[in-house]
């Protein structure tokens, strides 16, 4: 089965010479490629468009957003673990008897304009979003037939939020539409049934979150399916790789869409598509698999928070180096912001959002559509992160601090005079080098002020022709 695929695609390369007749035969020998193993559905290889994305907006938006205090896990916090610091806002904040339920009218989303979200995420340089179209509390952004009373249609905004963002994203902007799912919920009863069942009985999972992910793909056809929250419950439990093999061989999407690792207790950094392994993953050195480091501005947390201190914001410095470390070693960033319940993208995150849009601007070649280089970072000089074009013969060094002596060394490139060129992203002329021994150079940076310099935060040296 596996075989088949990779001749199709390796044919895909020819498809401009193909007649109509054989793309059509090819495409109909190639539907039901996959079967409902993990050893079928993992040999799929990764779209191509994914990897060279390299970054990702993540939307964290639900109820949650609506006490914007402390976390997106409020209600597990406040609900299951009675942390004090829960119980006691809720107590000085609203009256006795409120429930999470309450919470939903609240949910009011009166300035969420998509088309305003649509140039932010277009302004800041993504090429994929995803929106958390159903976090663990159970609430559909989407008027899902299996969330009656409990989703954006039936209470608080009475919108379709998925619908909206969508077709704001598909008409205004060149990125991606991707979804987050949560497979359980916290506090559904079918779900707690099943748990104490030992997930012998699949009630939830066949009456509830399959059906809603079949829904959510057939609707809206999104490009990525960001699974999360398998509640301790086994692969087998959800059914995931019944739903994988319909998703990549039936569904509308099947062609594009890419898929995370988290289906199934132990399937995370298994299985799947690409890999997540954990929230805010960044190992610094290269994997042999496609993978996704996912964080987010605030540090604490994924929803919005009002309680939120200046210091719990990362700096666009510090963006702009997990962006820059995460691509060196293969991966993709998804970095997370999250609106108020008014619909609100907060002043601050849109600024780092343009921020790094405006570094992208100067050097976005270094970043997108780039592989990881034989070195992932310099010896000589710490923070200073390679990628390449091995088929323009070109490799980037990243560089996060600017040299005070105003010349950079780089331990890992030979360079051959007479034939390597260097330049500085953003700024015109080529640059001054001389070779150190066989491997080894030393780059004489401009003698700018800070006024001159190309943009700030990160400068990126473009060496053609070293190895
Ligand atoms: C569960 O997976 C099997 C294949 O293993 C598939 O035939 C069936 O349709 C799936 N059920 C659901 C509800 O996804
Ligand atoms: C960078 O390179 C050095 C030396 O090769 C290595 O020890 C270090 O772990 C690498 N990674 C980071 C994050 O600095």
Redesign the pocket.
């Known amino acids: 089965m596996a075989l088949a695929m990779g001749a199709w695609r390796r044919l895909g390369s020819l498809q401009h010479v193909a007649t109509p007749v054989i793309l059509l035969l090819l495409g109909s020998a190639c539907a039901q490629d996959y079967e409902p193993t993990w050893d079928s559905l993992d040999s799929r290889p990764l779209p191509a468009w994914f990897d060279e994305a390299k970054f990702g907006i993540f939307i964290h938006w639900g109820l949650f957003s609506v006490p914007s205090f402390g976390s997106e896990w409020f209600w597990w916090y406040w609900q299951k673990q009675h942390m004090s610091c829960y119980v006691r806002f809720m107590k000085a904040n609203y009256r006795p008897g409120f429930t999470y339920e309450d919470f939903g009218p609240l949910f009011t989303a009166e300035f969420f304009d998509a088309n305003q979200w649509a140039d932010i995420f277009e302004a800041s340089g993504a090429k994929y979003m995803v929106l958390t179209s159903k976090h663990h509390e159970g609430f559909t952004l989407w008027n899902s037939k299996y969330s009656w009373n409990w989703n954006s249609v039936d209470v608080g905004p009475k919108r379709d939020i998925v619908a909206e963002l969508a077709k704001a994203i598909r008409s205004k902007t060149s990125l991606r539409f991707g979804l987050y799912h949560s497979l359980f919920e916290w506090f559904n009863p079918l779900f707690l049934s099943d748990e104490s069942n030992l997930f012998k009985t699949r009630m939830f999972s066949f009456t509830k979150s399959l059906p809603e992910l079949y829904e959510l793909v057939t609707k809206y056809q999104p490009e990525i399916v960001w699974s999360d929250g398998d509640g301790d419950a086994p692969d087998v439990y959800w059914n995931s790789t019944g739903f994988l093999a319909w998703l990549y061989n039936e569904s509308p999407v099947r062609d594009t869409v890419v898929t995370n690792d988290r289906w199934g207790q132990d399937c995370i950094c298994k299985h799947g598509g690409y890999y997540t392994c954990a929230d805010r993953y960044n190992p610094?050195?290269l994997l042999n698999h496609k993978w996704e480091n996912c964080m987010t501005i605030d540090k604490k947390s994924w929803g919005y928070r009002r309680n939120a201190k200046i210091e719990d914001y990362l700096t666009i410095e510090e963006l702009i180096e997990q962006l820059v470390?995460t691509v060196s070693c293969g991966g993709n960033l998804l970095l997370n912001i999250g609106p108020t319940r008014e619909g609100l993208i907060i002043p601050l995150f849109e600024e780092r959002l343009r921020q790094i849009g405006s570094w992208l601007d100067v050097n976005g070649e270094a970043i997108y559509s780039t592989v990881p280089w034989k070195a992932?970072?310099d010896?000589a000089t710490?923070g200073v992160w390679y990628t390449s074009k091995p088929d323009d013969n070109i490799v980037y060094a990243i560089f996060l601090k600017w040299p005070p002596a105003g010349c950079i060394s780089l331990d890992q490139p030979y360079a051959y005079v007479g034939k390597t060129k260097v330049h500085l992203l953003g700024y015109r002329a080529s640059l001054k080098w001389i070779a150190l021994g066989k491997q080894g150079m030393m780059v004489s940076l401009p003698q700018l002020n800070g006024a001159q310099l190309p943009c700030q935060w990160a400068w990126v040296l473009k060496l053609s022709r070293v190895f």
Do not use: L
Request: net charge negative; proline share 14%; aromatic share 0%.
């Open positions: 610094g050195h470390e992932q970072n010896t710490p």
